[in-house]
């Protein structure tokens, strides 16, 4: 199995501009110099959080779905991050997993913020997503998410991990910065993976602010990135599947994880 490199953008985002988001994103993907497979951006990287969706939601088909289609193509690469999306009628806080072809699956936050009124505007999804890239199979999840152990869980089933790397892009205020390292830690510990985390910086209209804390993290609980808090920055990091696969066979607690269901209403 080949390494597999990622690259996380740790950055501000303009508050309900989504031209101005895009050429700032554009800017830094163009910056990108070294080969990467999979870029990451934060959570609605295009307005902003929370925002009116009835104004900002946007079609699959839309201006900044096109955009990632476009820059995937030129850096032949995979690009992730979310953005608020209407279909049939309702608002996603939506996943976009474009591939370098064109092609692209969603993901829909399935965890929607009842505490920041999120819930009230915001409908949420019905499913996870794996999406597999150079033989690696990849869980990609959305800010709050992080708080839900059994959501995020992977499984061991017929001696194969459903996935080998988990991934938060956030609008995680800093006030909460604390329990957002944690988690981190503890979701690729517990969950055997690596697992990479890419929230925002600075401070939106509403005055919440943001410190980043960004992190790539190995299934031993180890921070292998050097993301600076509070700071515009870009890291490409190589992860490798043979020093996954070796932890994985000196310390496969996945023989002895419970079987479950999640049951969705």
């Given at each position: 199995?080949?390494?597999?490199?990622?690259?996380?953008?740790?950055?501000e985002i303009v508050w309900e501009n989504p031209e101005k988001n895009i050429n700032l994103f554009n800017?830094?993907?163009?910056?990108?110099?070294?080969?990467?497979?999979?870029?990451?951006?934060?959570?609605?990287?295009?307005?902003?959080?929370?925002?009116?969706?009835?104004?900002?939601?946007?079609?699959?088909?839309?201006?900044?779905?096109?955009?990632?289609?476009?820059?995937?193509?030129?850096?032949?690469?995979?690009?992730?991050?979310?953005?608020?999306?209407?279909?049939?009628?309702?608002?996603?806080?939506?996943?976009?997993?474009?591939?370098?072809?064109?092609?692209?699956?969603?993901?829909?936050?399935?965890?929607?913020?009842?505490?920041?009124?999120?819930?009230?505007?915001?409908?949420?999804?019905?499913?996870?997503?794996?999406?597999?890239l150079k033989g690696w199979k990849i869980c990609p999840m959305i800010c709050f998410d992080l708080r839900?152990?059994?959501?995020?869980?992977?499984?061991?089933?017929?001696?194969?991990?459903?996935?080998?790397?988990?991934?938060?892009?956030?609008?995680?205020?800093?006030?909460?910065?604390?329990?957002?390292?944690?988690?981190?830690?503890?979701?690729?510990?517990?969950?055997?993976?690596?697992?990479?985390?890419?929230?925002?910086?600075?401070?939106?209209?509403?005055?919440?602010?943001?410190?980043?804390?960004?992190?790539?993290?190995?299934?031993?609980?180890?921070?292998?990135?050097?993301?600076?808090?509070?700071?515009?920055?870009?890291?490409?990091?190589?992860?490798?599947?043979?020093?996954?696969?070796?932890?994985?066979?000196?310390?496969?607690?996945?023989?002895?994880?419970?079987?479950?269901?999640?049951?969705?209403?």
């Amino acid at each position: 199995m080949q390494d597999l490199s990622i690259s996380i953008i740790q950055s501000e985002i303009v508050w309900e501009n989504p031209e101005k988001n895009i050429n700032l994103f554009n800017k830094k993907i163009d910056d990108i110099n070294s080969d990467t497979d999979l870029i990451i951006l934060p959570e609605v990287f295009n307005t902003g959080f929370p925002v009116d969706p009835k104004r900002f939601a946007e079609t699959l088909n839309g201006k900044t779905v096109n955009w990632l289609k476009q820059k995937a193509a030129e850096k032949n690469c995979v690009i992730t991050g979310s953005l608020l999306i209407k279909e049939n009628k309702k608002f996603y806080n939506c996943l976009i997993w474009m591939q370098a072809d064109g092609n692209f699956k969603t993901y829909k936050k399935r965890h929607v913020f009842h505490l920041g009124e999120e819930s009230e505007i915001i409908s949420p999804g019905k499913g996870k997503l794996i999406v597999e890239l150079k033989g690696w199979k990849i869980c990609p999840m959305i800010c709050f998410d992080l708080r839900f152990p059994v959501w995020s869980k992977n499984r061991f089933i017929n001696n194969e991990f459903e996935y080998d790397l988990l991934i938060y892009v956030a609008n995680w205020p800093a006030q909460r910065s604390y329990p957002w390292k944690q988690f981190l830690i503890s979701r690729a510990i517990e969950n055997l993976s690596y697992l990479a985390g890419v929230n925002r910086i600075g401070t939106d209209n509403p005055g919440n602010k943001y410190s980043g804390d960004s992190a790539v993290i190995n299934p031993k609980g180890e921070i292998i990135s050097n993301i600076t808090p509070e700071k515009e920055q870009t890291e490409t990091i190589s992860l490798s599947y043979k020093n996954l696969e070796q932890f994985r066979n000196d310390f496969n607690v996945g023989y002895d994880w419970d079987d479950f269901e999640i049951i969705i209403l």
